[in-house]
């Protein structure tokens, strides 16, 4: 099916293939040529590309330039809630359905991470600091039935979806988080809650998070079935890259 790119899509958002050599040397142009003077122009895929690793600690090669978050949607604009209007559901199959208010998300421990946040299309942001609520920790509360082995997310901006499998979202690295870059999840990144998954490419990390379904097998989330991205989205280890341990 035709993908429509939608008003609120940055140009980088279509979905496919994830980005190719060939555009990272349109991207970086006679600028990054001017790097390497010296080396012989014939091998101008190596040379341009070998800066690029150098300033790259994991060795991936194909990332876009500039280390700045790239803010994304697929409707035609931001939705708001107010931390005093929001509301996360947790339901399906799960023993004590829950609706949990901001501060009751708040209130409950709280767990730090720091890591990379890496989108799929090649740019990726270093250390970035998150605060919120272990998945798991939500999931224990109210009991996941032994018929529940998936999750299903849903965005109050009623069209984005994500799945994780059950023990993918009880992974220590994996929270509900209220807080991103030393301060509550702005409007434009989610909030005032988001998913953040860390081990996986962005596109798990679903923004203005309103509700966690239990559910008995994996349902596709929206760039999985829109865009074909992978299902499992481990960094590194999907959407087609098999990259060495680092
Ligand atoms: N609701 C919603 N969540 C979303 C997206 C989106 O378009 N809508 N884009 C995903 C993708 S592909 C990435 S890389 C990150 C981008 O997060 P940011 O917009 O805070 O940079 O959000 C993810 N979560
Ligand atoms: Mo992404």
Known sequence: MAHNIRPGDPPDTQPGKPIGRRVVLGILGLGAVGIVTGKN??????????????????????????????????????????????????????????????????????????????????????SVHWQGVLLSTLLDQAGVQPAGKALHFESFDGVYTESLTLAEAQRPDVIVAYNMLGGPISQEHGGPVRLYVAPMYGYKSIKWLSRVEVVDRVEPGYWETEGNYSIEAWVGRSNGRNDPAT
């Open 41 to 126: 122009v014939q091998n101008g895929l190596e040379a341009v590309l070998a800066p690029i690793q150098r300033i790259d600690p994991t060795g991936l090669s194909d990332l876009l330039p500039g280390d700045y978050f790239r803010i994304y949607t697929v409707t035609d604009g931001y939705p708001y809630e107010s931390e005093g209007e929001y509301k996360l559901t947790v339901d399906g199959l799960v023993d004590r359905p829950m609706t949990l208010s901001y501060s009751d998300l708040l209130a409950l421990p709280s767990t730090k991470l720091v890591d990379d946040f890496q989108c799929v299309t090649g740019w990726r942001v270093p």
